[in-house]
C-alpha cells in the first residue's frame, strides 16, 4: 500500500497515529480465526454465516483495519455457524437467549445471514458486552473515540450507543420493493423502536425514560452514512466509481473533485462507511454487490479507496465527540407489557 499525507487544508482535523499496526492482513486474519475466550467487555462481535475465510475479501480487510485501528485492547471475533468451528455463534451466545429456529439451524429467506445477526447481537451484548457492527462496516474511528470511553466514564449517564436512525423516512433509497418488505427486513429496529416507546412494560421498566436519560443516539446519516448523504442514496455505481478513480488523476476535473472530497470528508468526521450489499431492496446496484464482483476494487493500488484504506488506519480525527442526534421522547407512548397490548392500552 502507498503511503499518503493530510493536505494541508485538514491537518487542523487529522493527525498521524503514531505507531501503526503493520502487520499483513493474512496474519490478522490467521489470528482472528483462533478461538479466544471472553476475558473483558471490550469485545467487537460480527458475524459471516460460513466463517471469516468465506468472506469477500473487501468484507477480510474491513475486519482486519478493525484490529489496526481499535488496538490491542479490543477482542475481534467474526462468528460462523460452520461445525467444529473455534468462532461458532453457540460458543458464545447462550442458547437460551436465541430462537430455536436459530439454535436449531432451520432458519429460511432470503435474509438468514442478517437476521442471524439480529438475534445474535442482544445475546452477545447482554451476555459479554462490547460492540456489534456488520461486516460491510469500513472503520474510521476507533470504539473507544466513538462511544465507549463516555460509556465507561463513571461520571456520564451513558450505558449503551445506539446507531439513530429516526431521520431514516426522508432519505431518498429508490426502493424496489413496498414498505412492509422494507421494515421486515429490519424488524429489529422495529423491535428496539418500540422499548423506547414503553413506559410500562409490567416491570417496573421504564424504556421511554431509559432511552431519553440513558443511551447516545449516534447521528447515522453524519456517523454512518455520509457516502451517501454526500454522493446521494442509491448511489453504489457512482461510489463505485469514485473509489475506483486514481489519485494522480486530473485534479482539475469534477469527478477528481467529488473523489477527493467525499474520501476526505469520511477521514475527517465519519466513523465509519457502512457498505451495503442491497440485498436486492433497491433499483440501484449497491456498492457492496460491486466490490463482490470486482475482487480487489475497493482499494486497488493508487486510487481513492486505497486512500481511504491508508487512511483509516494512519489518521486520527482530531474531532472530540462524533455527531449525535437527542434522543428525545417519542410522541407516541406505550402502557403495555413487554410483548404486546396489555388492558391499560396505548395513549
Same mark, same amino acid.
Given at each position: 500500500?502507498?503511503?499518503?499525507?493530510?493536505?494541508?487544508?485538514?491537518?487542523?482535523?487529522?493527525?498521524?497515529?503514531?505507531?501503526?499496526?503493520?502487520?499483513?492482513?493474512?496474519?490478522?486474519?490467521?489470528?482472528?480465526?483462533?478461538?479466544?475466550?471472553?476475558?473483558?467487555?471490550?469485545?467487537?462481535?460480527?458475524?459471516?454465516?460460513?466463517?471469516?475465510?468465506?468472506?469477500?475479501?473487501?468484507?477480510?480487510?474491513?475486519?482486519?483495519?478493525?484490529?489496526?485501528?481499535?488496538?490491542?485492547?479490543?477482542?475481534?471475533? =467474526?462468528?460462523?455457524?460452520?461445525?467444529?468451528?473455534?468462532?461458532?455463534?453457540?460458543?458464545?451466545?447462550?442458547?437460551?437467549?436465541?430462537?430455536?429456529?436459530? =439454535?436449531?439451524?432451520?432458519?429460511?429467506?432470503?435474509? =438468514?445471514?442478517?437476521?442471524?445477526?439480529?438475534? *445474535?447481537?442482544?445475546?452477545?451484548?447482554?451476555?459479554?458486552?462490547?460492540?456489534?457492527?456488520?461486516?460491510?462496516?469500513?472503520?474510521?474511528?476507533?470504539?473507544?473515540?466513538?462511544?465507549?470511553?463516555?460509556?465507561?466514564?463513571?461520571?456520564?449517564?451513558?450505558? =449503551?450507543?445506539?446507531?439513530?436512525?429516526?431521520?431514516?423516512?426522508?432519505?431518498?433509497?429508490?426502493?424496489?420493493?413496498?414498505?412492509?418488505?422494507?421494515?421486515?427486513?429490519?424488524?429489529?429496529?422495529?423491535?428496539?423502536?418500540?422499548?423506547?416507546?414503553?413506559?410500562?412494560?409490567?416491570?417496573?421498566?421504564?424504556?421511554?425514560?431509559?432511552?431519553?436519560?440513558?443511551?447516545?443516539?449516534?447521528?447515522?446519516?453524519?456517523?454512518?452514512?455520509?457516502?451517501?448523504?454526500?454522493?446521494?442514496?442509491?448511489?453504489?455505481?457512482?461510489?463505485?466509481?469514485?473509489?475506483?478513480?486514481?489519485?494522480?488523476?486530473?485534479?482539475?476535473?469534477?469527478?477528481?473533485?467529488?473523489?477527493?472530497? *467525499?474520501?476526505?470528508?469520511? *477521514?475527517?468526521?465519519?466513523?465509519?462507511?457502512?457498505?451495503?450489499?442491497?440485498?436486492?431492496?433497491?433499483?440501484?446496484?449497491?456498492?457492496?454487490?460491486?466490490?463482490?464482483?470486482?475482487?480487489?476494487?475497493?482499494?486497488?493500488?493508487?486510487?481513492?479507496?486505497?486512500?481511504?484504506?491508508?487512511?483509516?488506519?494512519?489518521?486520527?480525527?482530531?474531532?472530540?465527540?462524533?455527531?449525535?442526534?437527542?434522543?428525545?421522547?417519542?410522541?407516541?407512548?406505550?402502557?403495555?407489557?413487554?410483548?404486546?397490548?396489555?388492558?391499560?392500552?396505548?395513549?
Amino acid at each position: 500500500m502507498a503511503t499518503y499525507s493530510i493536505p494541508e487544508e485538514f491537518t487542523s482535523e487529522l493527525e498521524l497515529v503514531d505507531k501503526p499496526d503493520t502487520r499483513s492482513t493474512k496474519d490478522i486474519l490467521a489470528e482472528l480465526n483462533q478461538y479466544k475466550p471472553v476475558t473483558s467487555e471490550k469485545n467487537i462481535w460480527a458475524f459471516w454465516h460460513a466463517g471469516l475465510d468465506a468472506m469477500p475479501s473487501w468484507c477480510q480487510r474491513n475486519v482486519a483495519d478493525w484490529v489496526r485501528i481499535c488496538g490491542p485492547s479490543w477482542t475481534v471475533r =467474526v462468528l460462523d455457524v460452520v461445525p467444529d468451528s473455534p468462532n461458532h455463534a453457540l460458543k458464545f451466545a447462550s442458547q437460551d437467549l436465541l430462537p430455536d429456529t436459530f =439454535v436449531k439451524g432451520t432458519m429460511d429467506g432470503p435474509y =438468514v445471514g442478517p437476521h442471524s445477526m439480529d438475534f *445474535l447481537r442482544g445475546a452477545l451484548l447482554f451476555g459479554h458486552g462490547g460492540v456489534a457492527i456488520d461486516v460491510g462496516c469500513v472503520l474510521l474511528r476507533s470504539m473507544d473515540r466513538v462511544c465507549w470511553d463516555l460509556i465507561m466514564d463513571p461520571k456520564s449517564p451513558i450505558e =449503551v450507543a445506539d446507531i439513530d436512525f429516526s431521520e431514516a423516512a426522508d432519505w431518498p433509497w429508490d426502493f424496489k420493493i413496498g414498505p412492509q418488505h422494507v421494515l421486515e427486513y429490519v424488524s429489529q429496529v422495529m423491535c428496539w423502536r418500540r422499548l423506547a416507546m414503553l413506559e410500562d412494560a409490567g416491570d417496573g421498566f421504564n424504556g421511554s425514560k431509559y432511552w431519553q436519560e440513558n443511551i447516545l443516539g449516534i447521528d447515522a446519516r453524519h456517523e454512518n452514512w455520509a457516502a451517501e448523504d454526500a454522493v446521494g442514496f442509491g448511489s453504489g455505481a457512482r461510489l463505485y466509481e469514485l473509489f475506483n478513480l486514481r489519485v494522480d488523476s486530473d485534479p482539475e476535473t469534477a469527478d477528481y473533485k467529488e473523489a477527493y472530497n *467525499l474520501v476526505w470528508l469520511l *477521514l475527517r468526521s465519519a466513523s465509519w462507511q457502512k457498505v451495503t450489499h442491497g440485498k436486492g431492496l433497491t433499483h440501484a446496484a449497491a456498492l457492496g454487490t460491486l466490490w463482490d464482483e470486482n475482487d480487489g476494487k475497493d482499494s486497488a493500488p493508487g486510487t481513492f479507496g486505497e486512500l481511504l484504506r491508508w487512511g483509516s488506519v494512519h489518521l486520527i480525527q482530531k474531532r472530540e465527540a462524533v455527531s449525535t442526534k437527542p434522543t428525545a421522547k417519542s410522541a407516541l407512548i406505550l402502557q403495555e407489557g413487554l410483548y404486546g397490548p396489555s388492558e391499560a392500552g396505548a395513549q
